[in-house]
């Protein structure tokens, strides 16, 4: 049994212009100590698809709207409030892009760290507190003993983010769910974050969604790899197979709209033309349709389903393997 | 360095410092130095890129050599004149041949202004055109940049991010420039978008004969679209020479440290890759390191390197870096 198992997940927002389907029938499954990767352009649904499996959905305007989430054998989308605190921050944990949002800025890191382990875990506050300190030792926050006292604000950008990562690993949850925690962050420090993760969750041997616009870092982060668009899965399956072998066009066009060192003097990338679509007034037929340089005439009437390719690679296009060939590879350059 | 005209530009020991308020009691002004002794030249048609982390100077740098900002000191010469000795009608003349793209255009338009206008107003102000011949250019700078001059009248909420970055570019162009500092023109743009408006600003580099000085925290970006690549750390130019000797043979630890860090868009690659990670934190711009400002990070640092700042020198032929490892 996979360790998640999402089924048909529908988020919605209800807003003055009209419902927003943030995240319009996602499903995939997620074994123990697997690293997946959730790229797809802004707005496509990464965060709030991710939010919904611990439903921190503001509600309203949000709404979860149908599917299931089978986490250890429980459906995190119809377990009482209560019963998800058993499972938040001790099973599941998240950090986010900003931890900011996420600390406390009148209170001693040391002491945010500690109460995270106390409020999991049935230890006394003087063992929390021992916990802390080597927990912020292990995410390589020098000095942890001394700094213990230090607010958020005395901290740079990635020792804050080390931090968030320290509360979330401190009761060692079989899951981590990362929403561009580098994305802020400078390409150095962003590059020690990434190995910071890679290690603990080796260490810790827990399964880590890690959310992401950025194609580089999933190729380094993920060995599986799930690319959205308008709300729905377009492409999910192992990274080499899909970074090799792209079966949707949204994938195929984002792959070779990212620079892969100089494809000669003034080569033009290749690029997706227009714009992603309005959420509230999606397209008929596949979302992807109107920038689809393959768009066929059933591309317009049906929305297409994610169909299996074998190796748990899965895409969803009608015209699957009815694509040009050389069109599907992407230029490679040194 | 040769100034019969192969060079639109030349900066010379350019600094901007700001002064900064430290406690009620700090006696003497301590100032951030944003910008702090640069020199370098760009040639006429080419994209010089520029990189560094935030918060190293690259904007100050940029508008800077505009003159949005004045300088602190140091100078700027465009096309053989000093701006930073002009003033007033002399400097607004040579401004029109000078603009910047930024990196959000939503605050740089005015949301209560028609995109037509925004891009007539200029033409006006400086006598460029006006009436229907101006409103013709309008049409003709938005085919320019891909957008169909049907919406000349719409405003710029109306827009897409990237339809706005291609108002922002027509604006640029409204004045007939020569040289366009892009200060991360595609930083908050999609992905898919990114490779568009890359696309577009290298056309118009093109057709136009236009030199950019492209600032980027993108090195990838960086290295698809520039000649040359200039690197910055804490205020300071630490290496600069051609593209691919930059990203092949750079001789900075810092700008090695850079390209190490960039993840490859290639699983099988980064997985047999072994990541040199850059250790410790980027130190305050407010308070830099003494000697080179790099020591406090740098895997290969020496007694010599708190003590003494390195010059840049050029150790291949137009391939110059600030160290002590390399001494010529
Ligand atoms: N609180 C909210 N109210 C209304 N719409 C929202 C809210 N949060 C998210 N959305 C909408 O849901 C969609 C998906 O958002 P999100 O998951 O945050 O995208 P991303 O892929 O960038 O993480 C977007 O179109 C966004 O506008
Ligand atoms: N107007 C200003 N007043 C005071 N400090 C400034 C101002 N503009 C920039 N700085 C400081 O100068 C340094 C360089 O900033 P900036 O040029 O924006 O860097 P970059 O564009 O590389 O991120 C930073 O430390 C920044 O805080
Ligand atoms: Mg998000
Ligand atoms: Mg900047």
Known sequence: MPLLQVEDLRVHFRTKDGLVRAVNGVSYELEEGDILGIVGESGCGKSVSALALLRLIPEPPGEIAGGHAYFEGQDLLALKRKELYGIRGRKIAMIFQDPMTSLN?????????????????????REARRRAIEVL?????????????????????????????????????RLLIADEPTTALDVTIQAQIVELVKRLQRELGMAVIWITHDLGLVARVARRICVMYAGRIVEIGPIKEVFSRPQHPYTLGLLASVPRGRTGRRQPLRHIEGAPPDMISLPPGCAFQPRCQFCAEECLQEEPSLVALGDGHLAACHRLGRLPVEALAPKVAS | MDTNGAYILRVEDLKKYFPLRRGLLGRGIAHVKAVDGISFAVRRGEILGWVGESGCG???????????????SGKVFFDGQDLTQLGGEQLRRLRTKMQIIFQNPYSSLNPRMPIGRALIEPMVVHGIARGKQAQERAIELLQLVGLNPYFINRFPSEFSGGQRQRIGIA???????????CDEPISSLDVSIQAQIINLLQRLQQQLGLTY?????????????????????????????????????????YTQALWEAVPIPDPEVEEKRQVAILEGDVPTAANPPSGCRFHTRCPYVMPVCREEEPALVELAPGHFAACHLHKR
Request: charged share 20%.
């Open chain 1, 105 to 125: 800025p009148v209170m001693p890191i040391g002491e945010q760290v500690a109460e995270a382990i106390w409020v999991n875990s049935s230890v006394s506050r």
């Open chain 1, 137 to 173: 030792a292990q995410v390589g926050v020098p000095a942890p003993a001394e700094r213990y006292k230090d607010y958020p604000h005395q901290f740079s950008g990635g020792m804050r983010q080390r931090v968030m990562i320290a509360m979330a690993i401190s009761c060692q949850p």
């Open chain 2, 58 to 72: 690259k904007s100050t740098l940029g508008r800077t050599v505009l003159q949005l900002e004045r300088p602190t």
């Open chain 2, 171 to 181: 604006r640029a162009l409204a004045l007939n420039p020569s040289f366009i500092v």
């Open chain 2, 213 to 253: 000085l492209f600032i980027s925290h993108d090195l990838r970006m960086v290295q698809h679209i520039s000649d040359r690549i200039g690197v910055m750390y804490l205020g300071k130019l630490v290496e600069i020479g051609p593209t691919e000797e930059m990203v092949h043979h750079a001789l900075h630890p």
